[in-house]
């Protein structure tokens, strides 16, 4: 079987039937009529046909999932009918499907019918037989597809990912009472005033068969069907700013037969749809940049919905749909429901409209951190000019030290220690000011650790910039009320135990732990003894000669721990790095 076929099922004949079991295993208050592929809410009897509501029924073939048997459940469907892969169900399924959530003499049935002929066919069939056995049944055919350009005499437009929109208002509807007649107003209303227009990447492929077509991997195919059918034009991959300019300027072109106007001022509801391959990070771009673009068109968007609605399989691709809203539609569209796969978007509380957000200022929260926080000790001037060149000095450093530290990095991990520490310290370097007007706290050494933190936190990223965040922030804490060299020294062990807590490394383990532990222990039995300069200078001295033992020992932590040993022959880059960095600030200390 090629690659593009791999799939995790059990053999192909069965795979539609064991999808629809596991959906009802997983959401028992959804049940399978015996012998078909037709799913049922449990309580159709009493809380639907029971209670004189509308029962509302819809399917089609299967490898669209969640559609549509996702959408069964409280304040959506009723009932959904599913057919082979890509294939319209049977009439005698539909049929069923209708009788189960029907009666003589009820309320009635509304059916949702894509816009595909075989949809049209099979289930016209079955309304209509159902019609002749004296049920009551409305249709609404759902055709929203705005991809056609032609004027010529087609099959229509497909029904697309709006057919979910239009069920979900229907089933609000439904609950609140609404006649079979009012909710075909309303549904066919809602269909001939929204439109959807779809992007494809790749193609998928039907279990047990090859791709349903090929597309090179560096084009994307405007306004493809979710069965494979061929789309209005191939173009080269373009940006995700630039594919959504291209699908709303198509989908909103007057010249195009087939077009939503959209205008400054509508209100409209959108929804960004996975076809099934693509990343919740390329949706949630293309949810941003829809929304720009349509807010910058002065279009209101009072409701946004972006996840896995409608999909073909494993395509990659998305399509978007917009809805025209009224104060009805939004409200029935806001309405509960329980059904398994209807996203319902986090408004903030009391909210009615969606507006996108601005961003929370970051310095209010800071401020108010700050003006609650521990009073902090300070340092005189002359203390804090040596915390200056000490930092200045040790930014430099380790900027002049990337590539080295890049190139000792290639043997154990990715290449990039040396970028990152150079990241941070440009940050810090950046931020320094100058010494009479420095820009960090200087003066107050705590909270230039918790700054430190914060930096390296920020502009360092990955395992380090978390590492060397932890140490700075539990170094702070030593430093609250007294700052002199045994509160220094006292600062290191605090950071060290963070980094061994939290990292899981541990001294001895081939990491920057290494020269950090040794200097502590260097340093720390220095200070009654000698001078504070002297202590810390055996501190360094000690960090160096660890950094280098590094190159001898068996890493048991960090990416070098799923090296072979056999493979590392240098000192660890991020032990050297604090070698560096401490014999930075002794150089400072003692010119």
Same mark, same amino acid.
């Given at each position: 079987?090629?690659?593009?076929?791999?799939?995790?099922?059990?053999?192909?004949?069965?795979?539609?039937?064991?999808?629809?079991?596991?959906?009802?295993?997983?959401?028992?208050?959804?049940?399978?009529?015996?012998?078909?592929?037709?799913? $049922?809410?449990?309580?159709?009897?009493?809380?639907?046909?029971?209670?004189?509501?509308?029962?509302?029924?819809?399917?089609?073939?299967?490898?669209?999932?969640?559609?549509?048997?996702?959408?069964?459940?409280?304040?959506?469907?009723?009932?959904?009918?599913?057919?082979?892969?890509?294939?319209?169900?049977?009439? *005698? =399924?539909?049929?069923?499907?209708?009788?189960? $959530?029907?009666?003589?003499?009820?309320?009635?049935?509304? $059916?949702? /019918?894509? +816009?595909?002929?075989?949809?049209?066919?099979?289930?016209?069939?079955?309304?209509?037989?159902?019609?002749?056995?004296?049920?009551?049944?409305?249709?609404?055919?759902?055709?929203?597809?705005?991809?056609?350009?032609?004027?010529?005499?087609?099959?229509?437009?497909?029904?697309?990912?709006?057919?979910?929109?239009?069920?979900?208002?229907?089933?609000?509807?439904?609950?609140?009472?609404?006649?079979?007649?009012?909710?075909?107003?309303?549904?066919?209303?809602?269909?001939? +005033?929204?439109?959807? /227009?779809?992007?494809?990447?790749?193609?998928?492929?039907?279990?047990?068969?090859?791709?349903?077509?090929?597309?090179?991997?560096?084009?994307?195919?405007?306004? #493809?069907?979710?069965?494979?059918?061929?789309?209005?034009?191939?173009?080269?991959?373009? =940006?995700?700013?630039?594919?959504?300019?291209?699908?709303?300027?198509?989908?909103?072109?007057?010249?195009?037969?087939? *077009?939503?106007?959209?205008?400054?001022?509508?209100?409209?509801?959108?929804?960004?749809?996975?076809?099934?391959?693509?990343?919740?990070?390329?949706?949630? /771009?293309?949810?941003?940049?829809?929304?720009?673009?349509?807010?910058?068109?002065?279009?209101?968007?009072?409701?946004?919905?972006?996840?896995?609605?409608?999909?073909?399989?494993?395509?990659?691709? /998305?399509?978007?749909?917009?809805?025209?809203?009224?104060?009805?539609?939004?409200?029935?569209?806001?309405?509960?429901?329980?059904?398994?796969?209807?996203?319902?978007?986090?408004?903030?509380?009391?909210?009615?409209?969606?507006?996108?957000?601005?961003?929370?200022?970051?310095?209010?929260?800071?401020?108010?951190?700050?003006?609650?926080?521990?009073?902090?000790?300070?340092?005189?001037?002359?203390?804090?000019?040596?915390?200056?060149?000490?930092?200045?000095?040790?930014?430099?450093?380790?900027?002049?030290?990337?590539?080295?530290?890049?190139?000792?990095?290639?043997?154990?991990? @990715?290449?990039?220690?040396?970028?990152?520490?150079?990241?941070?310290?440009?940050?810090?370097?950046?931020?320094?000011?100058?010494?009479?007007?420095?820009?960090?706290?200087?003066?107050?050494?705590?909270?230039?650790?918790?700054?430190?933190?914060?930096?390296?936190?920020?502009?360092?990223?990955?395992?380090?910039?978390?590492?060397?965040?932890?140490?700075?922030?539990?170094?702070?804490?030593?430093?609250?009320?007294?700052?002199?060299?045994?509160?220094?020294?006292?600062?290191?062990?605090?950071?060290?135990?963070?980094?061994?807590?939290?990292?899981?490394?541990?001294?001895?383990?081939?990491?920057?732990? @290494?020269?950090?532990?040794?200097?502590?222990?260097?340093? =720390?039995?220095?200070?009654?003894?000698? =001078?504070?300069?002297?202590?810390?200078?055996?501190?360094?001295?000690?960090?160096?000669?660890?950094?280098?033992?590094?190159?001898?020992?068996?890493? *048991?932590?960090?990416?070098?721990?799923?090296?072979?040993?056999?493979? #590392?022959?240098?000192?660890?880059?991020?032990?050297?790095?604090?070698?560096?960095?401490?014999?930075?600030?002794?150089?400072?200390?003692?010119?």
């Amino acid at each position: 079987m090629p690659a593009a076929c791999k799939k995790l099922i059990n053999n192909v004949e069965q795979c539609v039937d064991e999808n629809l079991e596991g959906l009802v295993a997983v959401n028992p208050g959804l049940q399978l009529l015996e012998g078909l592929r037709v799913v $049922v809410r449990s309580d159709v009897g009493p809380n639907v046909v029971g209670a004189g509501k509308v029962s509302l029924l819809s399917g089609g073939g299967s490898g669209h999932e969640p559609a549509h048997a996702g959408y069964v459940g409280p304040g959506m469907l009723t009932a959904a009918v599913a057919g082979s892969v890509f294939a319209s169900p049977p009439p *005698h =399924s539909i049929l069923a499907g209708i009788k189960a $959530v029907s009666a003589p003499g009820s309320v009635g049935c509304m $059916v949702f /019918i894509a +816009n595909y002929t075989g949809d049209r066919l099979n289930f016209g069939l079955a309304v209509e037989r159902a019609r002749h056995q004296g049920l009551s049944v409305g249709v609404v055919v759902v055709g929203e597809d705005c991809a056609l350009a032609t004027t010529d005499k087609t099959a229509g437009r497909r029904g697309l990912t709006g057919a979910l929109m239009v069920m979900k208002i229907c089933g609000a509807l439904s609950d609140e009472g609404k006649s079979l007649e009012e909710i075909v107003r309303v549904a066919k209303d809602a269909a001939s +005033n929204m439109g959807t /227009i779809g992007l494809s990447l790749t193609p998928c492929s039907i279990p047990g068969s090859g791709s349903s077509f090929q597309i090179a991997d560096d084009e994307m195919e405007l306004g #493809l069907g979710v069965h494979g059918e061929a789309g209005v034009k191939r173009t080269k991959l373009v =940006s995700a700013k630039e594919a959504v300019t291209m699908m709303i300027d198509h989908m909103t072109n007057p010249t195009n037969s087939t *077009h939503l106007p959209v205008k400054k001022g509508d209100r409209v509801a959108c929804m960004i749809n996975n076809l099934g391959g693509t990343s919740m990070l390329e949706l949630n /771009i293309i949810a941003k940049e829809t929304i720009e673009l349509l807010e910058s068109r002065g279009v209101v968007v009072e409701r946004a919905y972006c996840g896995t609605y409608i999909t073909s399989l494993e395509m990659a691709g /998305i399509s978007i749909t917009l809805l025209h809203l009224d104060d009805t539609l939004r409200r029935c569209l806001d309405a509960p429901t329980s059904a398994p796969a209807w996203p319902r978007p986090l408004l903030p509380p009391g909210a009615v409209t969606r507006q996108t957000p601005s961003r929370m200022p970051r310095e209010t929260i800071q401020t108010e951190v700050i003006k609650t926080g521990p009073t902090m000790a300070t340092v005189g001037t002359a203390e804090a000019n040596l915390l200056y060149d000490c930092l200045k000095l040790a930014g430099e450093r380790l900027v002049a030290m990337e590539s080295k530290l890049n190139e000792l990095d290639r043997e154990s991990g @990715d290449g990039d220690c040396g970028s990152t520490m150079s990241r941070g310290a440009q940050g810090i370097l950046a931020s320094l000011g100058s010494k009479e007007k420095p820009s960090l706290p200087v003066s107050c050494p705590g909270e230039l650790a918790l700054t430190l933190a914060s930096a390296a936190e920020d502009t360092m990223g990955g395992s380090s910039g978390g590492l060397y965040s932890l140490f700075f922030t539990a170094a702070a804490v030593c430093l609250q009320n007294t700052v002199s060299p045994t509160t220094y020294c006292e600062a290191l062990n605090a950071g060290i135990q963070s980094m061994m807590k939290y990292g899981g490394a541990e001294p001895g383990d081939r990491t920057m732990l @290494d020269p950090l532990h040794s200097a502590w222990m260097a340093w =720390s039995a220095a200070l009654s003894s000698q =001078s504070p300069v002297d202590a810390f200078r055996l501190a360094v001295e000690a960090a160096e000669k660890s950094a280098e033992e590094t190159a001898k020992m068996k890493a *048991h932590a960090g990416r070098a721990s799923y090296v072979s040993a056999d493979h #590392l022959n240098n000192p660890d880059p991020g032990a050297r790095a604090v070698a560096v960095w401490m014999r930075a600030v002794l150089e400072a200390l003692s010119s």
